[in-house]
């Protein structure tokens, strides 16, 4: 059994940067592909970004790219999303998630491939 839990969420202006943090417990970090999420009311759950189990692989929703950033620190056991430039359309509530069966080198970019959900940390970016 694995446990993520989220925080670094919070309400921030437009062109602010927040960093996002999940920590996981009950297993080490370096066994999963790890992603990032969110959704808003109403909408189905989206992917954000994503990295290997390897690091060296990290893919991203087009609306993100070049402004987020993940990262991991598998001795920290924890994943990071760095939001920079955030615009109001990145409001959301920020999910991470854990998936077990994914290859080394090869993240999934769907939600039904990740096996682990943190409960969310909610983003707010105003105009």
């Known amino acids: 059994q694995v446990q993520l839990v989220e925080s670094g969420g919070g309400l921030v202006q437009a062109g602010d940067s927040l960093r996002l943090s999940c920590a996981a417990s009950?297993?080490?970090?370096?066994?999963?592909?790890m992603g990032w999420f969110r959704q808003t009311p109403g909408k189905e759950r989206e992917f954000v970004a994503t990295?290997?189990?390897?690091?060296?692989?990290?893919y991203y929703v087009d609306s993100v790219k070049g402004r987020f950033t993940i990262s991991r620190d598998n001795a920290k056991n924890t994943v990071y999303l760095q939001m920079n430039s955030l615009k109001p359309e990145d409001t959301a509530v920020y999910y991470c998630?854990?998936?077990?069966?994914?290859?080394?080198?090869?993240?999934?970019?769907?939600?039904?491939?990740?096996?682990?959900w943190g409960q969310g940390t909610q983003v707010t970016v105003s105009s």
């Open positions: 998630a854990a998936d077990v069966t994914a290859s080394y080198y090869t993240p999934s970019s769907h939600s039904r491939d990740y096996d682990y």
């Open positions: 990295i290997s189990r390897s690091g060296t692989n990290k």
């Open positions: 009950g297993r080490s970090l370096s066994d999963f592909s």
